[in-house]
């Protein structure tokens, strides 16, 4: 279920990231396609995970997928705001990165814990699942005024 979860909200954020820009270039192509890449593993850590009672391995592969699923929408955003400019929409509406960068903060954390108590790892993938559950209302709010 929280795989699922994690999947819409990647779907969701990516869509309004995507609803701000004006143009693309292959730094932006590939950091897409890293992402792209990370969430296609998703389900197979998912479910090892679940076949295995979230023992210690698994919870360690599953952040590290998540981790490394976060740092690459990081880059895409990166590289995003690059190609645009500081003046652009999506300048102003991701300026801060707040969100992404706590969120890289708390896979840390829980990559951490894990080895000794997976069950409070996973339960920080599930707070950071909820940090972004409603997309992300920085870009929703820019585009508004456009």
Not at 32 to 51: Q, T
Not at 58 to 76: D, H, K, Q, W
Request: hydrophobic share 60%.
């Amino acid at each position: 279920m929280i795989s699922f979860l994690y999947i819409g909200i990647y779907w969701n954020n990516h869509h309004h990231l995507f609803q701000s820009i004006q143009r693309i270039d292959g730094r932006v192509l590939w950091a897409n396609l890293a992402l792209l890449f990370w969430l296609s593993l998703v389900p197979f850590a998912s479910g090892w995970m679940g076949e295995n009672h979230f023992e210690t391995a698994t919870v360690v592969l599953y952040g590290i997928v998540m981790f490394a699923a976060a740092i690459s929408y990081y880059i895409l955003t990166l590289a995003l705001l690059k190609c645009h400019g500081s003046g652009s929409v999506l300048h102003q509406a991701v300026g801060s990165k707040f969100k992404e960068r706590i969120s890289l903060v708390l896979y840390l954390l829980a990559l951490a814990i894990a080895a000794w108590v997976p069950m409070v790892a996973f339960g920080i993938y599930v707070l950071v699942a909820l940090i972004w559950l409603y997309p992300d209302s920085r870009i929703e709010k820019i585009m508004a005024k456009i």
